[in-house]
Nanobody
Framework: QVQLVESGGGLVQPGGSLRLSCAASGFQFDFYHMGWYRQAPGKQRELVARITGGGSTDYGDSVKGRFTISRDNGKNTVYLQMDSLKPEDTAVYYC?????????WGQGTQVTVSS
């Protein structure tokens, strides 16, 4: 049974940092591409960052240079380091695992950037 559990969200001031974690279980983690997506109220879910099993990365334009995705295949965990946070980064952040057409989502973690 595939399970993805996000953690690390919270309230942070503009310019601050947060590190999200997504702990995975129930599948061969290092075979899967992993990604972070976010959805703000009234908006569509969008790509934040993704990483292949081999470690290649891709970022959404709005977070390039500020966010960093990484993975630890030994711990079955993917991370999202978020720096220089802006109010427009406020959203629910979701972790996704996919292998071919198979995909699974976590339950999401709220990130709020506000003074």
């Amino acid at each position: 049974q595939v399970q993805l559990v996000e953690s690390g969200g919270g309230l942070v001031q503009p310019g601050g940092s947060l590190r999200l974690s997504c702990a995975a279980s129930g599948f061969q983690f290092d075979f899967y591409h992993m990604g972070w997506y976010r959805q703000a109220p009234g908006k569509q879910r969008e790509l934040v960052a993704r990483i292949t099993g081999g470690g290649s990365t891709d970022y959404g334009d709005s977070v390039k240079g500020r966010f960093t995705i990484s993975r630890d295949n030994g711990k079955n965990t993917v991370y999202l380091q978020m720096d220089s946070l802006k109010p427009e980064d406020t959203a629910v952040y979701y972790c996704k695992a996919n292998f071919g057409i198979v995909e699974s989502w976590g339950q999401g973690t709220q990130v709020t950037v506000s003074s």
